[in-house]
């Protein structure tokens, strides 16, 4: 590499690591603002779909509600990761919460699947 090469100049890295900070920033937004000090036990989970998606909108706050309401559908992906991965972690979808699994594909399924499910869902009631 020479001189003149972005990736040589300290201050492009710089430039360079501030921009990809920036596009995953908004990704992990949602999950720094969900975490919990603690997760749920049996005796406190949610029994529905509905029951989820009514707690996380309780706990959302206005821009993350902004955040998601303005992400395509197709592009909810996105947040499956990093919020994803905190509500099957808060939730039980991986310790037992087969209420919510069952009531999400209305058999056994993978709690990926399930977090997907309520994510779109709580995209859908931000819609109305």
């Not at 492009?12 to 603002?33: E, M, Q, T, Y």
């Not at 395509?72 to 992906?77: A, F, V």
């Not at 099957?88 to 209420?99: F, I, P, Q, S, V």
């Not at 999400?104 to 699947?113: I, N, S």
Request: positive net charge; glycine residues 4%.
């Amino acid at each position: 590499m020479n001189r003149t090469s972005p990736f040589f100049c300290f201050n492009c890295k710089r430039a360079l690591i501030a921009v990809v900070i920036a596009a995953v920033a908004s990704v992990i937004a949602l999950r720094a603002n969900f975490r919990e000090p603690k997760v749920l036990g049996p005796a406190e989970w949610p029994t529905t779909v509905q029951g989820v998606v009514k707690d996380i909108l309780t706990r959302l706050s206005e821009k993350d509600k902004a955040t998601v309401r303005n992400t395509k559908l197709e592009d909810l992906i996105q947040f499956h990761h990093t919020w994803g991965m905190a509500i099957r972690n808060y939730y039980g979808l991986w310790r037992g919460n087969d209420a919510v699994i069952r009531d999400a594909c209305g058999r056994a399924c993978h709690p990926d699947d399930v977090s997907m499910l309520i994510i779109v869902a709580v995209w859908r009631q931000l819609q109305k």
